[in-house]
């Protein structure tokens, strides 16, 4: 079992950045990040494995960089370039599962068997 803990969301205005860090108790394969706007679904944000490939939505492409989660450092998701659309609850996942990781698909929740508590960004115009 591993447990996960976020940190970092926080409130700045359209433009600005921030960054969630998602600090794992045990070893991860990949790590995802996830967000849930108000009145919308969960969507898939990034996904980054242990060695560093990371996967994008498109609409935080060039905005958003994620680092892995590993023997050196926890995973986190830089946030560049905020516009209000990006407003959501955060929230990092991870899988401990090869399988998992390589063999789903990475915006899909049912890729990632952890999961941490989640942190809001709100960001105004």
């Known amino acids: 079992q591993v447990a996960l803990v976020e940190s970092g969301g926080g409130s700045v205005q359209s433009g600005g950045s921030l960054t969630l860090s998602c600090a794992a108790s045990g070893y991860t394969v990949c790590m995802g990040w996830f967000r849930q706007g108000p009145g919308k679904e969960r969507e898939g944000v990034a996904r980054?494995?242990?060695?560093?490939?990371?996967t994008y939505a498109d609409f935080v492409k060039g905005r958003f960089t994620a680092s892995p989660d590993n023997a050196e450092t926890h995973g986190s998701l830089q946030m560049n370039s905020l516009e209000p659309e990006d407003t959501a609850m955060y929230y990092c996942?991870?899988?401990?599962?090869?399988?998992?990781?390589?063999?789903?698909?990475?915006?899909?929740?049912?890729?990632?068997?952890?999961w941490g508590q989640g942190t809001q960004v709100t960001v105004s115009s």
């Open positions: 996942a991870a899988s401990s599962s090869f399988s998992s990781c390589f063999g789903g698909t990475w915006d899909d929740p049912g890729s990632y068997q952890y």
């Open positions: 980054v494995t242990r060695s560093g490939v990371a």
